[in-house]
């Protein structure tokens, strides 16, 4: 039995339109990505550097890990985001996203002064405590 003409047809439209919407969707996410991002860069730019007393409160870390098998060898890779979380006299909490080197040099419990600029972490001192 022969399918009609018509019928490969339509089928070539919907496969068509399809595409189109999957094209449409992949580069409104990446513009929105990147909108996004610059539209923080800009607030955080805008925003004062402020120092104020701040305690080291929590401490994570946000490990993603992607995989690849190229002529049957396996690649892993992973990637690691580290953030700490700082209360401040007031109670408010705000966690930053840092260097794996600023991490490494926090202890939750430190005690100390927090610079930062909107969401941009710019430094933790550490006060000295006398013995």
Same mark, same amino acid.
């Given at each position: 039995m022969e399918v009609p #003409? #018509?019928?490969g047809d339509l089928m070539f439209q919907f496969v068509s339109i399809f595409i189109g919407i999957i094209f449409v969707i992949i580069i409104g996410t990446i513009l929105f990505s990147i909108f996004k991002g610059i539209g923080q860069w800009q607030k955080n730019e805008n925003s004062p550097k402020l120092i104020v007393p701040a305690?080291?409160?929590s401490k994570r870390t946000d490990v993603r890990r992607s995989g690849s098998i190229n002529n049957e060898h396996h690649h892993t890779t992973s990637h690691t985001r580290y953030y700490v979380t700082f209360e401040f006299e007031s109670g408010d909490r705000s966690e930053f996203l840092i260097s794996g080197n600023e991490y490494g040099l926090l202890s939750e419990g430190d005690i100390g002064k927090l610079t #930062?600029?909107?969401t941009r972490f710019l430094g933790f001192t550490r006060k000295q405590v006398n013995s």
């Amino acid at each position: 039995m022969e399918v009609p #003409f #018509f019928a490969g047809d339509l089928m070539f439209q919907f496969v068509s339109i399809f595409i189109g919407i999957i094209f449409v969707i992949i580069i409104g996410t990446i513009l929105f990505s990147i909108f996004k991002g610059i539209g923080q860069w800009q607030k955080n730019e805008n925003s004062p550097k402020l120092i104020v007393p701040a305690i080291v409160k929590s401490k994570r870390t946000d490990v993603r890990r992607s995989g690849s098998i190229n002529n049957e060898h396996h690649h892993t890779t992973s990637h690691t985001r580290y953030y700490v979380t700082f209360e401040f006299e007031s109670g408010d909490r705000s966690e930053f996203l840092i260097s794996g080197n600023e991490y490494g040099l926090l202890s939750e419990g430190d005690i100390g002064k927090l610079t #930062f600029q909107g969401t941009r972490f710019l430094g933790f001192t550490r006060k000295q405590v006398n013995s």
